[in-house]
């Protein structure tokens, strides 16, 4: 029999896991930002749509940052404004200074999320700042994004390991970190930027928050799968307690300022664990699988989910 014939895992539960995680779907933004050619905006929508309809409840959309630094995401607002939203199903975008969040609240966003760098290197190349100069452009931001009432996510990447300048202390991330708490961010994201990341690493930065006083609850985990370890970084997240994983549909992704990154942890794969360990997502695989598979034909190349590969491949 075939995992195709199978078409889900066997459930075993393990013990010390969470019963429910929440998945924050990226595909559409991290997916789609680092796609050679830009995706019509008729796709990314039924893109969206479909996911919803495969019970994701955590869409991120878009992001409102410079067209010209990201131009496969410069249809932001003509996104916006022809998204069919889903009840339940939250939609939040990227913005990375006040200029972003103008154009989000225009656009009537209520979930944004800012995203530092843990590293000076990136800093400059992702965002044209230094280390401390990120933090003057976000603190505005997250200022007047929740005095609106709105929610805001902080990302913190190159968590794990820089591509300019090596490996990165697990202090220095949760600096970076407690600065985006402190300036009222409801959640951090833990990015592995270029996926270098081993289960323990994964263990020393998430103790390091621990032993800094954060919740755990405050913390996701956003895994890029270059060296394969996505999954396995995502199950030591799982046993310290982190109940929200990122991923990507089809494990679209990567970041054009960070060559060496690829492809996100796909949602199926993830799912295919989740589901094996009994744990809660309210995602319908086969939908989801559905889902890659067609967006794989839009894109003209394979998925690189194994579990889309063996279920549809
Ligand atoms: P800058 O060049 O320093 O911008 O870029 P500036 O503040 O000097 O402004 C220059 C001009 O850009 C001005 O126009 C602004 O109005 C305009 P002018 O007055 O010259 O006519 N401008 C904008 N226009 C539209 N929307 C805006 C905006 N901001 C300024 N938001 C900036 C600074 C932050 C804008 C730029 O560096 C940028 O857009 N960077 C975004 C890079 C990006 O999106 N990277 C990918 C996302 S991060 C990621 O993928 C990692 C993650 O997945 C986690 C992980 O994996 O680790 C989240
Ligand atoms: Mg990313």
């Known amino acids: 029999m075939t995992a195709r014939d199978l078409g889900l895992p066997t459930v075993i539960p393990a013990p010390g896991l969470p019963e429910r995680v929440t998945i924050w779907e990226v595909g559409a933004r991290d997916g789609l930002q680092n796609e050679d050619t830009v995706v019509p905006v008729e796709v990314k929508l039924e893109f969206l749509d479909r996911l919803a309809g495969a019970g994701l409840t955590t869409l991120e959309a878009t992001s409102f940052v410079h067209p010209k630094w ?11 404004a022809n998204l069919e939203q889903h009840d339940g199903v939250r939609y939040p975008v990227l913005v990375p ?3 972003g969040l103008d154009r989000a609240l225009a656009a009537g966003v209520r979930h944004v999320a800012i995203f ?3 590293t000076e290197t990136f800093a400059s190349r992702n965002l044209n700042r230094t280390l401390d100069s990120q933090m003057t452009m976000f603190e505005p931001v997250v200022t007047r994004a929740t005095g609106e009432g709105l929610d805001v996510r902080g990302y913190v990447s190159m968590c794990f390991g820089d591509p300019w300048e ?7 991330v949760v600096e970076v970190g407690r600065r985006l708490l402190d300036m009222g961010c409801s959640q951090l994201s833990l990015g592995d930027t270029i996926g270098v990341a081993t ?3 994964v ?11 954060t919740p755990v609850e405050r913390l996701a985990v956003h895994f890029h799968d270059t060296y394969g370890q996505a999954l396995t970084n995502t199950l030591e997240a799982l046993r310290h307690g982190v109940t929200t994983v990122d991923s990507s549909a089809g494990g679209l992704g990567g970041c054009p300022y960070a060559e ?3 492809g996100n942890l796909a949602t199926e794969d993830l799912v295919w664990l989740l589901d094996g360990l009994g744990i809660e997502t309210g995602v319908d695989l086969d939908r989801l699988a559905d889902t890659s ?7 003209g190349r394979p998925s690189p989910s194994r579990v889309v590969r063996a279920l549809r491949g």
């Open 260 to 262: 060496s990154a690829t």
């Open 166 to 172: 090596g490996s990165v202390d697990p202090a220095r």
């Open 97 to 99: 200074n006040e200029r």
């Open 116 to 118: 530092a760098s843990a």
């Open 203 to 213: 263990s020393a930065v998430l103790g390091a928050f621990a032993d800094a006083g």
């Open 199 to 201: 289960a323990g690493q």
């Open 70 to 80: 990201i131009p496969q995401l410069a249809d932001a607002e003509q996104l916006l």
């Open 293 to 299: 598979a067609w967006m794989a034909g839009e894109l």
